[in-house]
């Protein structure tokens, strides 16, 4: 068990999500480590995505967002209709049905007018781009990133360009190559906006 992230194309048409997986399996293509996982969702004061912002002089904002649309989120109905369900309340059992369907359609209505939290195709490549070019500068950068007390992760060898022979899971620019050919699949398959999401 573990945390893990993908980059995911905003659509729901199941015929193009299959297209998109199609295309990155032909290339071989690789998930997204575990490292990049920890890398990404880790939010405190001066986090690893902070510090290494600040040494590349690099906006990694793109890498963060959520997106606020990305799947319709009935959990807190869906609790509130098993207490219904519990209770033997049909009226509050249908009510919260009626909702849960009346939210799901207002989600699907309004799919493709909200993009909060996604980030164009162009920018997430850009980005990803400039961060590659950054390290292949400053190649060995890990080495100045500061771990919190209490946890033990060996950035310096995931932050580094130069190979290292003895590691068990590939290194940042591996997980960068990885999104630049998802990103070219997806666009390829007519996506505009993209996110991480993390489960």
């Not at 807190?76 to 909702?99: F, G, M, N, V």
């Amino acid at each position: 068990m573990g945390y893990d992230v993908s980059l995911v194309p905003k659509t729901r048409n199941e015929d193009i999500l299959f297209d998109i997986f199609e295309c990155t399996d032909k290339r071989g293509e690789e998930t997204l480590s575990r490292d990049f996982a920890m890398f990404q969702s880790r939010d405190f004061d001066n986090c690893e995505l902070t510090q290494v912002e600040k040494i590349l002089q690099l906006d990694l904002a793109c890498y963060t967002k959520y997106p606020v649309n990305y799947l319709y989120d009935s959990s807190e109905l869906e609790y509130r209709l098993y207490l219904a369900q519990k209770e033997s309340d049909e009226q509050k059992t249908q009510e919260i049905q009626e909702a849960i369907e009346r939210g799901k359609k207002e989600w699907e209505q309004s799919y493709d007018d909200i993009h909060e939290g996604w980030t164009t195709v162009e920018e997430f490549r850009q980005t990803t781009i400039q961060f590659i070019e950054r390290i292949k500068q400053n190649p060995d950068f890990g080495q100045q990133i500061n771990t919190p007390s209490g946890w033990d992760y060996p950035w310096d060898d995931y932050f580094t360009y130069s190979p290292i022979p003895a590691r068990h899971n590939q290194g940042v620019t591996k997980d960068l190559e990885v999104i630049l050919l998802q990103l070219d699949c997806m666009e390829m398959h007519g996506i505009a906006h993209v996110a991480i999401w993390g489960q």
